[in-house]
């Protein structure tokens, strides 16, 4: 089944980046958090590096959420806001190559 999704214009490119101290058993439970949350609001196009398309709620569940799972004294969390027109600030080059977060979708 082939679904399109559409975003309207209040929907935003958020890069999400994290850095997180795995040196202990927490620090690494505290990783798989971090990434499952991540992927369940976008995808994975670096090892610690999510785009995640996104209405200004949303935005705010997910940076609550993220912020809720790490250790402030020991990890990081970066979020840099793309805007909608995104496509022209995004420059690939290699291998893993991502889907196009509005593009047609196979389920």
């Not at 082939?2 to 214009?9: K, N, P, Q, T, V």
């Not at 809720?68 to 022209?88: C, K, T, V, W």
């Amino acid at each position: 089944m082939a679904i399109r999704l559409s975003y309207g214009s209040d929907m935003m490119m958020i890069l999400v980046t994290y850095d997180v101290n795995t040196t202990s058993a927490a620090g690494r439970r505290r990783l798989r958090q971090v990434a499952r949350c991540c992927m369940a609001h976008g995808q994975r196009v670096q090892n610690s590096v999510f785009e995640c398309s996104l209405d200004e709620a949303q935005f705010v569940e997910l940076r609550g959420r993220l912020t809720e799972i790490i250790d402030r004294s020991a990890d990081s969390l970066r979020f840099y806001n793309l805007g909608n027109r995104y496509q022209s600030k995004v420059i690939h080059v290699g291998s893993k190559a991502v889907s196009d977060l509005n593009d047609t979708m196979i389920l």
